[in-house]
């Protein structure tokens, strides 16, 4: 029972393939009538099994039916052959948002413009920036999508080739120059960093830099320098003021060669010592007579002679020069006349002033009259005498005498 259970299972399946094991067992061979039209009859395992011809299907143990199709080549355009039958490869071969095209009944998936991903699955929008997504560019280097073009660079600090990969400039002081340290992977300037607040940097051929505090700082040149001072109450009374940081009197180099300098709070007041003269802030020298009158004391027009007091005590002495007239100590103008020609006839250039030239020349009781410039002096009628001197009342004589 179990056995022929089997055979008909195996009937039922070579049926399905177009392949039919004949049942009858009274038969060991093919015959011309064991299969039915258009099929073959071929001795499997001591029985006639029957199937339809290549490019045929059906029922082999009554009609086999030829199929539309053998190969590609019997089918139009771009449709393939598939079960015998033309078909369109495409159909349902490609993924969503895809496109096929039948090349030789074989279906091409590819995405359309404007979309990525893989055909045969899925296409979705693309993106410009998935042109980074992986990277095209080497290590320690950024990607960025330009006109739809993944463009390289360097990440900051560091350089080379973006595309093969970028690098620090320096790991360690010997990749850079003598006078070059490796600061933060760069090669810089030493002085940049290792010196203090203030303070002054060398740079020396071991890649390190040789800090010192300027002129008037102190302190630790690597950590900072500090000034003398930052204000006058920083500073001792010796020297009270605070010059840029620097504790210095007031007087240093404010008055010239030879000068006092004395403090009026922190104001400087020079002069030259005793019997000593100049420009206190220039140059002082020991006096001499011609200081006297340098610059001249006397008044405007006024001549300065050095001379002595009654004390004998070196003095200047001021004169108004010839045709002047005035106060020599205040001011001197220039005369009327320097000659008696230059005045009436009546008149005398005194003091440089055409004056009467009778004040006070004639004696006692005399007369005077001006002539030609001169003074004439006479004795009135009735008095005797030196008209110069002194005229007397005459007692018995009626004559008189003149004087000139």
Known sequence: ?????????????????????????????????????????????????????????????????????????????????????????????????????????????????????????SCRRFNPEELCHPSPCGPNTHCEVKNEVPTCSCLPGFHGSPLAGCRHECESDVECGPTLACIEFKCQNPCLSQCGKNAECETISNHR???????????????????????????????????????????????????????????PVCSCPKDMTGDPFIRCRPFEPRDLCEPNPCGSNAHCEPGFDR???????????????????????????????????????????CQNPCINQCGVNANCNARRHLAVCTCPTGYHGDALIHCYPRTSEAAGRSYF
Request: net charge neutral; aromatic share 6%.
């Open 1 to 121: 029972m179990r056995n022929l259970l089997n055979f008909f299972s195996v009937l039922l399946v070579l049926h399905c393939y177009s392949v039919v094991l004949v049942s009858s067992y009274s038969s060991t061979t093919c015959t011309s009538g064991t299969c039915g039209q258009n099929a073959q009859c071929q001795v499997v395992g001591g029985r006639p099994v029957c199937s339809c011809l290549r490019g045929h299907s059906g029922d082999p143990l009554s009609l086999c039916r030829r199929e539309e199709c053998l190969d590609d080549g019997e089918c139009r355009g771009q449709l393939a052959c598939r079960g015998g039958k033309c078909i369109d490869p495409c159909v349902g071969t490609c993924g969503v948002n895809a496109n096929c095209e039948a090349r030789r009944g074989v279906p091409v998936c590819t995405c359309p413009a404007g979309y990525t991903g893989d055909p045969i699955t």
């Open 209 to 267: 830099a040789v800090c010192k505090c300027p002129k008037n700082y102190f302190g630790n040149p690597y950590s900072s320098c500090q000034p003398e001072c930052y204000g006058d109450v920083d500073c001792p009374s010796s020297k009270p003021a605070c010059y840029y940081g620097i504790c210095k009197s007031p007087c240093e180099g404010a008055c010239g060669v030879g000068a006092n300098c004395e403090l009026r709070g922190l104001t």
């Open 311 to 353: 004390s004998n005590n070196e003095r200047p002495v001021c004169t108004c020069p010839r045709g002047f007239t005035g106060d020599p100590l205040r001011a001197c103008f220039q005369g009327e006349c320097t000659e008696d020609s230059q005045c009436p006839d009546s008149q005398a250039c005194i003091d440089y002033k």
